[in-house]
């Protein structure tokens, strides 16, 4: 008690400094807190951005399919296999897709489109197409005849809502597919690359494009819990005959978990110059605070203060600024981390082409997995106090006719 | 019987480039309840003699002993405990923490000793009436005068009951009348106490008051003088 009443008053002696060295914890915590909750805020969103629009969280796919993905390793699916899946602990919705290229033209131009064949309400789970009509309306059944197209590629076909749209590709084991097939309405997507060359089709529909009747190219699958992904795809994995293959989305896209361990590891570098930057000024004051109470240390020591009550006490005004620093850290970079969450950070001109470049929405919506605030405060926290033992090792030099000379 | 035991002090500075020797075989008695001046010109060895006795400084060579205690036997951790149970340190200025009150600061000694806290405070405020600063007690240092500093100081250094109270020039940052203040009170506390002071001094009047007084010259003790 004695000693951190003495902490207390002592670090209030110099307020100025000790709301310095406060404010640079604090700026630290804040810094890397907000840069870290956008990093992982942008990684969530590639992920989400491609698994939760698009692959899903698990996929079921014939065994040859990841190394040729084309309607030849086509899925044969039924009622049964669809409620085992469906049926499976932790799994959330299934998505048949068949998945395969055309060729899309309209009056002048024709270009190489995807053709996703869905089922128009599962699919709501995945790419919510519902959500993205802008012209048209969305499908009612999945027989209908009819195609839903992305706005670029709209754009560029020079089509509409109402007009029709020729595709031309070939189906499972070679059949040709062709059909001229109505414009239903446009589909708007975040991500560049499906806003400029995506047709959807009802998943019937597009069997019979295809040729390929009850088959998919895909089951995907969404589980309750993104956390729990790996436990489910062994759950279905055992379940399933052999040449059905279950990945989770991290096997389907290692070139996404690669990019990311990159990123972060770049992140991290910058974090480690910040840390080494906070650190050096806390050195500072902590030097400061030993030199410049020499004297007082000289005549503790004399009157008989052992050298470790002398350094805790040190350590205790240590561990009280940066305790307060870090918590006002974490208080401070709340609203920021809140506000990007809730009001994405959007990026304009050049810099937004760049992000649309690399595929991906531009914008970036924060982190606010407390996890992450927390390792950074904690980081910042283990960083001052063990800067602050230099203390403990001062104390031990000290000499009490050495320290009192002046 | 003498509580401090000086035996052949000398102390070497600077040992290895141009060495100043500023004691030299120094034997000194100190008997309980007196009230020793030290005095001396300028360099003659008041403040190192003062530190060896008190275990602040190590001789090159000789040794004290105090109630049969060898202090330079003792490591460092046992030296300081000797200090904090066995000696009352005084010095010319800055005695005494500044983020502590007055009482705390008297109380901080028996704090470190582990005294029960009621007792400690009871002490602190029975000392500080001693020393005239009753109505001080929960004033910082910054807020009292040097004079005043001073009286708390001495308050500390008797609050563990120390075998001797040793005091390097207590008065030299004094004006007049707080000198002679300090020093009633100092012979108030030996008289009635029968507290051990030991102090150096320029100031002629203190030698005066003292009832032993030692003078050194260039490191050795040149009269020893008891009224
Ligand atoms: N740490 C040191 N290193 C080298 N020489 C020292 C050191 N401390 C003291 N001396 C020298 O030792 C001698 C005695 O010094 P000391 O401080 O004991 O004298 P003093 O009698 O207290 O003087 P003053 O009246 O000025 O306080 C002086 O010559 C001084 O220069
Ligand atoms: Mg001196």
Sequence with gaps: MLYLKMAWRNIWRNKRRTLITMASIVMAVVLSAVMSSMQEGQYDQMIDNTVGSFTGHIQIQQAEYKDEPNLDHSLRINEVLFRQVEETAGVKAVVPRIDSYALAGGLHKTKAAMIAGIDIEAEKHLSEPDQKVISGRYFN???EHAVLISAGLADYLNVQT??????????????????LIPIKGVLKFGIPDMNNGMVYMPLQTAQEFFGAYNRVTALAVMAQDAKGIHEVAQRLSSQLPDDYKVYGWQEL???LIQAIEADRGSGQIILMVLYMVVGFGILGTVLMMTAERK?????????????????LTLILEMATITILGTISGIIASLPFIYYFNINPMEFTGQAAAAIEEYGMEPFIRFSTDPSIIINQAMIVLVITLLISIYPLIHTKRINPVEAMRH | MSIIQVRNISKIYNKEHIPVRALN???????????????????SGKTTLLNIIGGLDTPTEGSVNIHGTD?????DRKLIDFRLHHIGFV???YNLIPVLTALENVMFILQMQGRPHKECVARGMELLKQVGLEDKVDKRPSELSGGQQQRVAV?????SKPDFVLADEPTANLDSKSTSDLLDMMLQLNELGETTFIFSTHDQRVVDRAKRVLTLVDGEIETDEVR
């Design chain 2, 91 to 93: 010095f010319q200025a």
């Design chain 1, 141 to 143: 059944s999945n027989s």
């Design chain 2, 25 to 43: 075989g120094i034997d000194l008695d100190i008997n309980k309840g007196e009230f020793t001046a030290i005095v001396g010109p300028s360099g």
């Design chain 1, 295 to 311: 004297f007082e240390f000289g005549v503790l020591l004399s009157i008989g203060t052992s050298r470790f009550v002398i350094g």
């Design chain 2, 71 to 75: 202090m330079f036997s003792l490591k």
């Design chain 2, 155 to 159: 308050a500390r250094a008797l609050a």
């Design chain 1, 162 to 179: 109402g007009d029709s749209l020729v595709l031309i590709s070939s189906g499972f084991h070679g059949v040709s597919a062709a059909d």
């Design chain 1, 253 to 255: 896209m290692p070139e």
